[in-house]
């Protein structure tokens, strides 16, 4: 477990390396859902295994607004989406290529959910870090998402206001609004029953870059929803996500 610092706040985190590697390997930034009240813990991680079994050092952020560091922690992430939070797994890429783990020039951050929006929001904010981004089951229009889910019911409506934003400051900090700024490769899966993240999210998205002029990549699965399930399903993702990670970063692809 590493500890960061930035904005007077402690950062723990899991670094998995591959097996009898340790200094300037490609990294895979690999932000959680949620993001609030949800935590990597110590322990088996699927893709941590699979990234650091094809190559990849791999670094999970409990960043702020996670849970299991205490009330604090958890709210000081609150309205801070693109912001603080981004800042923190900007730091933690940052830590890694100062302590010489990470090669500064292969690094990809990949995230599903909350951790899609982070990936493409790093890609966004910091294009000269990262050299490629995978968005799995995001969302990345949050005007959007705030409409939607206040709609649900009062408290949804309480919760966008409390822990998202307000909805006229949520465009600066949609990745769907920032394509332009995308200068690297990306790879979007979503699947097409998807209730919290709906699909239209990554097609506006996948729309907004192609636009951009940005190389983009998709899979879309119309039966799955947030996350497939499906066994051939997930074999084709997995295979694709290993194949652009390995075009883009130089790790192994699927066996």
């Not at 300037?24 to 295994?49: E, I, N, R």
């Not at 670094?59 to 009330?71: C, D, T, V």
């Not at 992430?77 to 100062?98: H, M, N, V």
Request: with cysteine; charged share 25%; proline share 4%.
């Amino acid at each position: 477990e590493e500890e960061l610092a930035r904005h007077g706040m402690t950062l723990h985190g899991y670094l998995t390396l591959p097996l009898g590697k340790e200094k300037s390997l490609p990294l895979v930034v690999l932000p959680h859902g949620g993001p609030f009240g949800v935590f990597d813990a110590w322990g088996f991680d699927d893709d941590s295994q699979m990234l650091a079994e094809a190559g990849y050092a791999v670094i999970r952020l409990n960043f702020r607004g996670s849970g299991n560091y205490g009330r604090d922690y958890k709210n000081a992430g609150a309205r801070q989406w693109g912001k603080t939070l981004q800042d923190d797994l900007t730091d933690a890429t940052r830590w890694a290529i100062a302590q010489q783990v990470a090669d500064p020039s292969r690094i990809c951050i990949y995230g599903a959910s909350y951790g899609g929006y982070a990936a493409l929001m790093g890609a966004a904010r910091e294009p000269g870090l990262y050299a490629c981004a995978v968005g799995y089951v995001g969302v990345y229009d949050l005007e959007k998402m705030h409409k939607d889910d206040a709609a649900h019911s009062r408290s949804w409506k309480s919760w966008t206001s409390d822990w998202l934003g307000d909805r006229n400051t949520l465009g600066a900090v949609s990745p769907v609004n920032l394509a332009s700024s995308i200068k690297a490769p990306v790879f979007l899966a979503a699947g097409g029953q998807d209730e919290r993240a709906p699909v239209e999210h990554t097609r506006r998205m996948e729309k907004a870059l192609q636009a951009a002029g940005v190389p983009v990549e998709s899979l879309y699965f119309k039966s799955e929803g947030h996350g497939f399930f499906t066994e051939p399903h997930r074999r084709e993702y997995y295979t694709r996500l290993l194949a652009f990670l390995s075009t883009h970063l130089g790790g192994e692809k699927a066996k």
